[in-house]
């Protein structure tokens, strides 16, 4: 009888990690695909992305709308309290075997929270990481603690697993599921991109994301300001843009966004690239921008400087190929100036990706096809030795 693995996506970003996993899953003769799509893709501000899922060839097996009118703190946490209930019924009628999560956003959390009373197994991919300028950080370690296995994508990510207490044995180290895309998808080449997304990328061109930091002090419209501002001044550059996820104060920031890009030659925005448009473009570009994970797992294995910018990915291991730098117009123009730099394209040019160990979807479903499921729910906490 075959296994059935029940996969939750709630965003564009999410579904472009788990490609390739859910293909796997589909093909393989000993597991069942059992697929929930959530969140942003049921959006239509959000580029109504299930869309993109079936384009892919994959059933959706529920939809389940969660996502509120506001985004602010209230309307998320009303959120999470819709996914938790819808959540409950999709297990209750899908009855699955195992459930696969990825990461750390608040869809994330109430999947797993639902898992948890009704005694599913939970196996979470890229735990471990640490995102500390944003909510999503509690989200992470969370969901770690009511999951039974881990895939991880680093060797420090690993550890950090295993010191929340963790069976060393139900931690796999996979690396980063990005990567299969660059390394499995067919990339547009410079004017097939061009032509699909109706632009012209000139002499210079930068890919800018800039989601809320969600724990910052500072307001999420005040640093994007400070980003555009940045922006503002570059001469034959362009522009394009990918607007917030629905975090909290997400649509305040992508309606600066869209008014900078009105007013703006050679600004373009777009709701979502989809995954195949978004790496085709990421390779044609001189610099990504802004604070998304794609920057730092991604962008360094096309030799592509990153600007990463304020406390949203702070604590994620980086690349040579990426800029930190501040919330702060100044800082960010100085961060481009130094991307931009024929030297430290150079230094991207060699950058090792430290999320690139290679095959991490063939890893991982490997390990789904083989995992013991027997009396894995009460699990004990794993204490490290006293130093």
Known sequence: MSRKVCVVTGTRADYGLLRWVMAEIAADPDLELQLVATGMHLAAEFGSTWREIEADGFR????????????????????????????????????????????????????????????????????????????DEAFRHSITKMSHFHFVATEEYRRRVIQLGEDPARVFLVGGLGIDNLRRLRLLDREQIQSQLGITLGSRSLLVTFHPATLSSAAPQAEMAELLAALAPLKDTTLVFTLPNADSGGRALAAQVREFAAARDGAHCFASLGQLRYLSLLAQVDAVVGNSSSGLTEAPSLGIPTIDIGDRQRGRIAAESVIHCLPERDSIAAALERALSPAFRETCRHARNPYDHGGASDKVVAALRALDLSNVVAKDFHDLPYV
């Not at 939809?63 to 946490?77: C, I, Q, R």
């Not at 009855?95 to 005694?119: K, M, S, V």
């Open 60 to 135: 959706i097996d529920r939809k389940l709308e969660m996502l509120t009118a506001s985004d602010g703190p209230v309307g998320t946490a009303k959120s999470m309290g819709l996914g938790l209930i819808g959540m409950a019924d999709v297990l209750a009628e899908l009855q699955p075997d195992l459930l696969l999560l990825l990461g750390d956003r608040f869809e994330i959390f109430a999947a797993a929270a639902a898992a948890l009373p009704a005694r599913v197994p939970v196996a979470h991919l890229h735990g471990g990481e640490s995102t500390a300028g944003a909510i």
